[in-house]
């Protein structure tokens, strides 16, 4: 088996750690400015569709 040449630092060891942790969180939601409905930061609006300022899709009406 190989075996690693130097200790690996704390910093190095906890940078890795963090990583892998926010990998673990779940995404951060930011209020659309048109409706005012929760939604994924980078995404159309799942409610009325707009994404910065301009109709992507028009949604469907859910019975």
Do not use: D, I
């Not at 990998?23 to 707009?50: Q, S, W």
Request: glycine share 6%.
């Amino acid at each position: 088996m190989a075996n690693p040449k130097r200790k690996l630092s704390k910093s190095k060891t906890r940078k890795r750690k963090a990583q892998w942790l926010s990998a673990l969180t779940a995404p951060g939601f930011v209020e659309c400015p048109n409706c005012g409905e929760l939604r994924l930061p980078h995404h159309a609006c799942p409610k009325c569709g707009f994404y910065r300022g301009q109709q992507v899709y028009v949604p469907r009406e859910y019975e």
